[in-house]
């Protein structure tokens, strides 16, 4: 599985950004997708999961109510759409697949990751 992580940029707070994660390869309908960010400083923190086959979701609380985790199934493409943004979302966000990643929320479940898009919120 290939991952290509886009959609970052500058954004003032309140603003909003839609990231995109668009996989080719193997059956990515049979994966797992996940974002996760890091800020400077910090570690990976998972952010949101979606789970293809059946569309359920995972949110890390902070984000539960801004930001949204959807798929595209013609497009083999998973989007984050991350509203009312604030400086402490600031970071680079990867996205990261697996079969079976369990917990979601513990990146080194997952096996094929893209490479980051940066995500600054200014205040």
């Known amino acids: 599985v290939q991952l290509q992580a886009s959609g970052g940029g500058l954004v003032q707070a309140g603003g909003s950004l839609r990231l995109s994660c668009a996989a080719s390869?193997?059956?990515?309908?049979?994966?797992?997708v996940g974002w996760f960010r890091q800020a400077p400083g910090k570690e990976r923190e998972f952010v949101a999961a979606?789970?293809?086959?059946?569309?359920?979701?995972y949110y890390l609380d902070f984000v539960k109510g801004r930001f949204t985790i959807s798929t595209d199934d013609a497009k083999h493409t998973v989007y984050l759409q991350m509203n009312s943004l604030k400086p402490e979302d600031t970071a680079v966000y990867y996205c990261?697949?697996?079969?079976?990643?369990?917990?979601?929320?513990?990146?080194?479940?997952?096996?094929?990751w893209g490479q980051g898009t940066l995500v600054t919120v200014s205040s």
């Open positions: 990261a697949a697996d079969r079976a990643p369990n917990p979601y929320s513990d990146f080194g479940q997952y096996y094929y």
């Open positions: 390869g193997r059956t990515i309908v049979n994966y797992a």
């Open positions: 979606i789970r293809w086959s059946s569309g359920r979701t």
